[in-house]
């Protein structure tokens, strides 16, 4: 079981809107839901049209927009009751000071107030009205009642107000209001995946992206890795229930939701991380990083100026970082990758015996297609001979598939026993 916390598939959000001039930012909410990935239907009150028109919220979320209790053209004439059905989450925004009375009282007087009582998803509201009507006894004593009831209130935010008062009663911005719904959602699957998910309560480590080997204070030797792959990798394992640490080279990438990350710069730095993060406790060691083989001898304190046609630098090898781990007594389960421009199995094969490795992932990086700098990748993945298990070509797919394809040969191995092998 394998579960992917960058998106979330298959959750089916309502999002109701009633009458308020704050109507007009849940045009922007829809698409930010859609953008993350959730189905989204829209139902809105009488009074909510007055301010902004179905057909809006028809293009921004690809489905006909609910406005009637009765709907002649739903299955029986009863939407609300499809509708109460369909949905994972129910998201008020905005909620009027009339909206939250109806539901305070149980009233069902049209499509929103019914679906309300309808359904058995969760329900969010945003309120948004006049300050005064926020600070009044009846609202405060129907929001207690929501409250007691089991409804999620997103409090108002304070600002100049479209009557011209200030103080609270605007509606969050679409965006925190998208975001607060995702991570709900993120936090639900989250919960699942680390009592089911494939690494669950395991500790993993990643080393990502490049590192850069000073010359003098303005120049260094690096390479072409982006760390796109490690990035993927961290997101993948996180999703499998793992708790995940990435030792991060220079790379502009965003750290993967639930991830601790720690940024590095030189091989050296990568290493002591390294060290630190086995003493801490780790389960599994991924090293996707480039790191460079060679260091400068002496790094120049100032910057070397150029003279003559020729530079003479001293180079001196860098420290094995998956070698070295490998070697240590609390050693945890070791994959490696190389990154190889001909002969890629018979090196990834080699590579895999002289390092003592538990696994490696091989690929050509003199494809242009694929490797550094590209969003796809293919590979083939090679377990030690301790584990019977037999080679993995994984045919050309995005990172992000790739990744989720090699926490399950990571979790394969960590669960294989060979005695079953013997046995057949």
């Not at 990935?37 to 921004?60: H, K």
């Not at 009205?129 to 600070?135: C, D, G, K, T």
């Not at 001898?297 to 090898?317: F, M, Q, R, T, Y």
């Not at 797919?397 to 026993?417: M, T």
Request: hydrophobic share 45%; aromatic share 6%; proline share 4%.
């Amino acid at each position: 079981m394998s579960f992917d916390l960058s998106v979330i598939p298959n959750k089916n959000i309502i999002v109701g809107i009633t009458g308020g001039i704050a109507a007009y930012k849940s045009a922007i909410l829809v698409r930010r839901l859609k953008d993350a990935g959730f189905n989204v239907r829209v139902v809105m009150t009488e009074g909510a049209q007055a301010f902004i028109t179905p057909l809006t919220f028809q293009a921004l979320s690809g489905n006909p927009v609910h406005t009637q209790l009765l709907d002649p053209e739903a299955e029986a004439g009863m939407g609300h009751i499809e509708l109460a059905r369909w949905a994972d989450l129910v998201l008020i925004a905005p909620a009027s000071c009339d909206t939250l009375a109806k539901f305070a009282a149980g009233l069902a007087d049209d499509l929103l107030s019914t679906l309300y009582l309808a359904t058995s998803a969760p329900v969010w509201v945003a309120p948004a009205m006049n300050q005064q009507m926020w600070a009044a006894k009846a609202t405060q004593r129907n929001l207690a009642t929501l409250v007691d009831d089991g409804v999620h209130v997103i409090m108002p935010e304070s600002g100049s107000q479209a009557c011209g008062d200030v103080g609270l009663g605007r509606m969050p911005e679409p965006e925190e209001l998208a975001r607060q719904v995702t991570d709900y959602f993120h936090k639900a699957q989250r919960a699942i995946a680390e009592k089911f998910g494939l690494l669950a309560s395991k500790h993993v480590v990643i080393t990502a992206g490049p590192t850069r080997e000073a010359i003098d204070p303005v120049r260094y030797i690096s390479n072409h890795s982006t760390g796109k792959m490690g990035f993927a990798l961290a997101a993948a394992c996180y999703a499998a229930g793992a708790k995940v640490t990435l030792i991060a080279g220079p790379v502009s990438l965003d750290t993967p939701n639930g991830v601790r990350r720690i940024n590095v710069s030189s091989a050296v730095q990568m290493l002591d991380t390294s060290m630190q993060l086995l003493d801490e406790g780790c389960d599994v060691f991924i090293a996707t990083a480039a790191v460079a083989d060679y260091r400068v001898a002496e790094v120049a304190e100032h910057k070397i100026k150029k003279s003559g046609n020729e530079l003479d630098i001293a180079l001196i090898k860098n420290p094995d970082i998956v070698a070295t781990i490998a070697q240590q007594d609390k050693r945890p389960f070791m994959v490696g990758f190389a990154a190889e421009t001909r002969n890629v199995e018979e090196y990834a094969a080699g590579k895999l015996e002289a390092k003592k490795l538990d696994m490696i992932a091989c690929n050509d990086v003199s494809r242009a297609d694929i490797g550094f700098a590209s969003d796809e990748n293919a590979m083939t993945v090679f377990f030690a001979e301790g584990y019977h298990l037999p080679k993995r070509d994984l045919e050309k797919a995005s990172k992000q598939e790739i990744a989720q394809q090699l926490v399950e040969a990571i979790h394969d191995a960590l669960h294989h026993d060979p005695a079953q092998d013997e046995a057949f």
